[in-house]
């Protein structure tokens, strides 16, 4: 049988930056000054209320890390947009900040303490080296679940003497690892403010702001209760001054980008998902692999937003060729895996599998005879 056919198609993986972005230093908003479009945030370590006065409420991140309007995606001046793809199925809590295609992200995760910063990975912007932005972070705590301004994840701290470890990875396309060394990494609620004027089409929001602290220089990460994610800055380490800036305030005339789940170096199964592929299988066939590992193709299938209806036609369809030209099904879970690569990855007819069967158990069978 043709290799092409019987071995699976590997998802490629390269990791994406923040592109290209407006040089701007920005200014600071006094207390009792009305924000204005593009202004930056006041780094007082308070919470700062419509009129001006300020609070030591308890913020819960969730409410303004995930956007209300998956719908949308928003646009920048420079104009790249970026959406976000939530997963929230009991075993998997997942956000993916798409940004220029289905396999260039940012993937976090959450529970009820932390929201986790886990991938950066980028395929789809060309001029970005791979060795630059392809890497995972563990833990990768990035936001304590309930903050106060002022509160800081001290990442060096995180998992005793080991801190967050960033792993690199040189082969996007296998994601096998480069290296993994520890990473410092210091995240800082810098401020609230209810009522931030974003301009653009979003105007007002209720905004929180985020600094992350590295070696040399900090990045600044604006979030609105209402849309996420809405603005990135490079500043210097102490956030007082920022080169670089995009602002996502506008809504996108695109549509939002899909996810190849797939690709990612750290996505998960869901576990509904392969006792949905057992249960089929084993209705189909009576056969069923003991090795996770066989049901992969099926399970990337899933994962890439692909039916479960789709999966069981298509066990039929295998059922029915093997049936029709044999007699009987399909003797152990290897030839469903081959059917599922063909029909899934090719787009194969049941003629087409026939024949591709037929050659490969002629095959089989005269190597047999030889090895006697």
């Not at 007082?44 to 409410?63: E, M, P, Q, R």
């Not at 295609?101 to 993937?107: A, D, E, L, N, V």
């Not at 369809?317 to 030209?325: E, K, L, P, S, V």
Request: aromatic fraction near 10%; proline fraction near 4%.
């Amino acid at each position: 049988m043709n290799n092409s056919i019987i071995q699976i198609s590997c998802l490629v993986a390269l990791l994406m930056g923040c592109g290209k972005v407006n040089q701007t230093r920005l200014g600071t908003v006094n207390e009792n000054q009305a924000a204005t479009p593009g202004s930056d945030l006041s780094a007082t370590g308070v919470s700062k209320t419509a009129n001006g006065t300020t609070s030591s409420a308890t913020i819960d991140t969730l409410d303004f890390f995930i956007t209300k309007h998956p719908e949308r995606a928003l646009l920048a001046a420079d104009d790249t947009d970026v959406n976000q793809i939530v997963i929230d199925d009991g075993s998997l809590k997942e956000v993916y900040l798409m940004k220029w295609g289905p396999r260039s992200f940012i993937k976090y995760h959450w529970d009820e303490r932390y929201i986790y910063f886990d991938e950066e990975h980028e395929m789809d912007f060309p001029s970005v080296k791979p060795e630059r932005v392809n890497y995972t972070f563990t833990p990768g705590n990035w936001m304590n679940r309930q903050m106060k301004v002022g509160d800081r994840i001290d990442g060096t701290d995180v998992v005793g003497n080991i801190g967050t470890m960033i792993t690199r990875f040189d082969t996007p396309h296998t994601c096998k690892v480069k290296n993994s060394e520890r990473y410092y990494m210091s995240t800082i609620l810098e401020s609230h403010q209810p009522s931030y004027n974003l301009g653009g089409d979003l105007g007002v929001q209720d905004i929180i702001n985020l600094r992350i602290e590295q070696l040399t220089y900090s990045e600044k990460e604006m979030y609105s209760r209402e849309y996420g994610l809405v603005q990135w800055q490079r500043c210097t380490l102490d956030g007082s001054s920022c080169d670089k800036t995009v602002t996502w305030n506008r809504f996108s005339p695109r549509p939002p980008k899909k996810l190849l789940r797939s690709a990612s170096c750290t996505w998960e199964t869901r576990l509904t998902d392969i006792q949905k592929i057992r249960k089929l299988s084993v209705e189909s066939f009576g056969v069923m692999s003991k090795n996770d590992a066989a049901v992969r193709n099926q399970l990337k299938y899933l994962a890439d937003g692909g039916s479960i209806a789709t999966i069981e036609e298509r066990f039929q369809m295998i059922r029915n060729t093997w049936i029709a030209y044999f007699g009987a099904p399909p003797p152990n879970y290897s030839w469903v895996d081959i059917g599922m690569n063909f029909f899934l990855k090719d787009g194969g007819t049941p003629e087409q599998y026939r024949t591709a069967v037929r050659d490969a158990v002629k095959t089989l069978n005269e190597a047999r005879s030889g090895a006697r």
